[in-house]
């Protein structure tokens, strides 16, 4: 298992060559979360390469998510392109100098751009938000859902869903029981408990029909949003999989929930992707329990992290946002 940097760039050195990219490139060090990030600058272009953190992704998630990159782009959608390997294979396997082989793909670069902003500053409430900008985002991920849902998969999805039990399933969701970030006492655990009971049915009842349910992007933060000139672009697919296409929309206004422009956020996302899919009746009425589930599962990814720094902003700001979300809705659910 790699362990930092250095090592992970002589790895990511090892990976030119099988992509005939020269050796001689100029690798820059982007940044580290599932996977080392750098940018490569060659004669060829510049590119993202992703270094996989060991034992994360089997190889063929990586490839469902490659594949769904490739088809996205091909279909018009504004996401990095996959760059293929000399050979023609979606990504490579490269050894480090322990004999460890590793998984490292290639995407294209989005040039002159930056992204559209933090989740902490979305989260304080210092972000600047330009309703604009959210009626793109809103355009941009009804495209990808849209152009997701014509196509045919060959076999069923190998990667983790985002689905009521994917969220709210407990041990069995995705990233496990959000219960656990209550580790240490703090209030409101049982509020989520009822709230995830709830949830549970709420989403089975919304059900999983074509029109609300299929291949998304699952990770919508600012960070993920690039903006350029003109045009937008969506990157990090590395959480995508099936799931609630409203969960996307969730995901994108999550962080500005405190923020107090955050009705503009919603108004400008909904009407933005309006333009492209409809949003029904049941869509809207699932808006706050779908903000409720997006905010467990970032609990529940906090509480195998105990220690790290995204994870203490996540105990100490994002917890009792939950339980306020999760008390609000089980409190509706009582009155009804």
Do not use: C
């Amino acid at each position: 298992m790699i362990t930092d940097v250095e090592t992970a760039q002589r790895v990511a050195v090892h990976a030119l060559a099988q992509y005939g990219i020269e050796q001689d490139a100029v690798l820059t060090f982007v940044k580290y979360r599932e996977n080392y990030v750098f940018k490569v600058e060659a004669e060829s272009g510049s590119y993202a390469l992703r270094l996989h953190r060991s034992g994360y992704r089997t190889d063929a998630e990586i490839l469902e998510e490659l594949d769904l990159l490739a088809a996205l782009a091909e279909g018009g959608v504004s996401v990095p392109r996959p760059r293929f390997t000399a050979k023609g294979e979606p990504f490579s396997r490269v050894a480090d100098e322990h004999g460890d082989v590793h998984q490292v793909d290639v995407l294209e670069w989005v040039a002159d751009a930056e992204p559209l902003g933090d989740v902490v500053s979305a989260f304080t409430g210092e972000a600047i938000v330009d309703p604009a900008d959210f009626h793109a985002l809103g355009v941009l991920i009804a495209e990808l859902h849209q152009k997701a849902s014509t196509l045919q998969r060959q076999t069923p999805s190998v990667r983790p869903a985002w689905d009521a039990a994917g969220v709210v399933g407990g041990a069995r969701a995705v990233w496990g029981d959000p219960r656990r970030a209550f580790h240490d006492g703090a209030a409101g655990r049982e509020t989520v408990d009822r709230a995830m009971a709830w949830l549970g049915t709420e989403l089975g009842v919304y059900g999983k029909a074509p029109d609300r349910y299929g291949q998304i992007h699952a990770d919508v933060t600012p960070e993920n949003v690039l903006v350029r000139v003109g045009r937008m672009t969506l990157i990090d697919f590395d959480d995508s999989g099936e799931g609630y296409y409203l969960f996307d929309l969730a995901t994108a206004a999550f962080f500005y929930l405190p923020h107090p422009r955050f009705d503009d956020v919603v108004s400008a996302l909904f009407a933005g992707y309006q333009t492209v899919r409809p949003l029904s009746a049941e869509d809207l009425k699932l808006w706050r329990p779908m903000l409720l589930a997006r905010g467990l599962t970032y609990l529940a990814w906090a509480a195998d992290r105990i220690g790290d720094e995204t994870s203490d902003f996540i105990f100490e700001h994002l917890r009792p946002l939950v339980v306020e979300l999760a008390a609000e809705l089980v409190a509706s659910a009582v009155s009804q």
